[in-house]
């Protein structure tokens, strides 16, 4: 009996998931179908729910993409503490009869760093660039790396602070490090060891205004963006930053979802290189 999976989203045609869990699914021998859903702008839930309908027993969980993260955290029944803290949710676990919401986004920025860009966030002085969804989901995972230091850094700078402070009343000891946050003025003589590009400026071809000195020798300039160049990217390369897109964060949260789902943690640097082959 192959058990079913899904990713929500609007749109929904661009979604690299369903090839990236087939590949997970073949490398690891699971008996799996997975498939893109476009829901309705206002039928979330209920596309949710007819999946589960029609899945026979056999829907077992889905992803969650945009515009609908916010809605999947309200539509879980239970969720894991990651998915408190970003306020979002993008992966659903069908569990006997409850929804669990998790957010792997975060995860999965990590273990791109370190494990395929050699990027430790450990120690690095670190300006995340966004105080929106994307920016929520890898603060906390960023935190428990213990970095020397985490700026949020947003047009807003009322945003900035009040996320920095949010996130700054986690209980003692959970994190080693209390962000700060400002507007892009305030980071004026700075320099960063990474520098994280969570606004949606690498959607919209926008310019950040950004002083070139935040890009400090060897740093590490993170799009989570991919499959272009965005005006961030070009900032950063012409800095002398080294570059990377966010095709490794995909995969890697993709593969956060699945150890979650299957129990069993797949392998990512082929899937990584086979994506990036057709990207």
């Not at 749109?11 to 699914?25: D, M, N, Q, T, Y």
């Not at 310019?207 to 963006?225: G, H, K, S």
């Not at 979802?257 to 069993?264: H, K, L, P, S």
Request: glycine share 12%; hydrophobic share 45%.
């Amino acid at each position: 009996m192959t058990d079913r999976y899904a990713v929500f989203g609007n749109p929904i045609g661009h979604s690299k998931s369903p090839r990236i869990h087939a590949l997970f699914a073949a490398q690891t021998g699971q008996d799996i179908s997975y498939q893109a859903i476009l829901a309705e702008r206002d039928g979330f839930a209920a596309a949710v729910s007819a999946f589960i309908a029609a899945g026979g027993g056999l829907a077992r969980g889905a992803n969650v993409t945009v515009p609908f993260k916010e809605e999947a955290f309200r539509l879980a029944t239970r969720r894991t503490p990651r998915a408190n803290a970003a306020g979002a949710v993008n992966t659903l676990s069908f569990e006997a009869g409850a929804i669990v919401g998790d957010n792997t986004d975060g995860a999965g920025l990590v273990r791109d760093l370190k494990n395929n860009l050699g990027c430790d966030p450990g120690g690095r002085r670190i300006l995340l660039l966004g105080a929106g969804g994307a920016a929520r989901g890898v603060i906390l995972p960023l935190l428990l790396e213990d970095p020397a230091e985490l700026v949020i850094a947003n047009r807003t700078e009322e945003t900035a602070a009040r996320l920095a402070l949010e996130f700054g009343r986690l209980p003692g000891g959970a994190v080693g490090v209390k962000p700060d946050g400002m507007g892009f003025p305030g980071l004026a003589g700075r320099q960063f060891d990474l520098v994280i590009n969570a606004t949606s400026t690498g959607l919209s071809g926008g310019i950040l205004p950004l002083p070139t000195c935040v890009f400090a020798p060897r740093c590490v300039a993170y799009e989570m963006v991919y499959g272009r160049e965005t005006p961030f990217m070009s900032q950063a390369l012409a800095a002398g930053a080294r570059v990377a897109d966010g095709l490794g964060m995909l995969v890697e949260q993709a593969a956060e979802t699945f150890f979650i789902w299957r129990g069993v943690r797949p392998q990512t640097a082929s899937v990584l290189a086979a994506l990036a082959k057709v990207s």
